[in-house]
């Protein structure tokens, strides 16, 4: 099968067009980098000719509504549009646990995301996962407050991209099914504990203090509202099993 994988640089993309080729299929990469503009839709068509399904996995770094929707609904937009006019059989979208139930802005953008792809004409397959093991890394960086790194509380069940990749293609690789049951790593994670020892695993050894931080996605996250559902397929690596594996130990 020739797969597209549409935003296939990211932390979960990379995974993703490596796992389509070590199931045995082509895999074809969208993005800027490689010639194609999603939002304005240059080199799209061209990509997908010949293509039998397409992965969607791209993001935009924004905490803005209206910018969220704009980028979705013009990326995914033009991406589904393109899949029609070249036939392709099955588009399959990587979508996040939660977004219906916390009102935070960038989650706005991926309902809409969400709405489209259900409503369009090309064969469809909507899978939510929760937080990547990466987040750790990207709370560390983003949450301070002026030299000092925090420690939010919430509640997630993180999971390998490696794994949400995997299963992406092996979707892909099957019928359209519509929205199917979310993706989670094993088991549930105090994230405060995260960040501090993803902290602790790069050589940081500063106060990290642990707080409630203000926001519609840490409330609904320490609510438990990110959380999958009973009916969710489970990974097997632990954060504690990725970070080993993942982040090299650094020395004080």
Same mark, same amino acid.
């Given at each position: 099968m020739r797969i597209v994988v549409a935003g296939g640089t990211g932390v979960v993309g990379t995974p993703t067009v490596e796992a389509v080729r070590s199931a045995g299929h082509e895999a074809v990469v969208l993005s800027r980098s490689h010639g194609v503009d999603l939002v304005s839709g240059r080199g799209l068509e061209a990509a997908l000719t010949g293509a039998d399904a397409v992965i969607d996995v791209v993001s935009v770094e924004t905490l803005k509504a209206s910018t969220a929707i704009e980028f979705f609904t013009a990326a995914t937009g033009n991406l589904l549009a393109a899949a029609a006019d070249t036939g392709v059989g099955h588009v399959v979208?990587?979508?996040?646990?939660?977004?219906? *139930? %916390?009102? !935070?802005?960038?989650?706005?953008?991926k309902v809409a995301q969400e709405k489209l792809v259900s409503a369009s004409a090309v064969p469809s397959t909507i899978l939510r996962a929760t937080q990547f093991?990466?987040?750790?890394?990207?709370?560390?960086?983003?949450?301070?407050?002026?030299p000092l790194h925090l420690a939010p509380r919430a509640r997630t069940q993180p999971v390998a991209a490696r794994e949400v990749a995997e299963r992406l293609v092996t979707l892909a690789i099957g019928d359209a099914q519509g929205r199917v049951p979310d993706f989670a790593g094993p088991r549930e994670e105090q994230l405060a504990d995260m960040v501090r020892?993803?902290?602790? *695993? %790069?050589? !940081?050894?500063?106060?990290?203090?642990?707080?409630?931080?203000?926001?519609?996605?840490?409330a609904g996250m320490r609510a438990g509202k990110a959380l999958p559902g009973p009916d969710a397929v489970r990974g097997t690596q632990t954060f504690t099993e990725w970070l080993a594996e993942a982040v090299p130990a650094r020395a004080d």
């Open positions: 979208l990587l979508s996040i646990v939660g977004i219906d *139930r %916390i009102p !935070y802005d960038y989650y706005a953008g093991h990466e987040f750790a890394a990207q709370m560390f960086a983003r949450a301070k407050a002026g020892a993803y902290a602790r *695993r %790069i050589g !940081y050894r500063g106060w990290i203090p642990a707080l409630n931080v203000p926001g519609p996605q840490m």
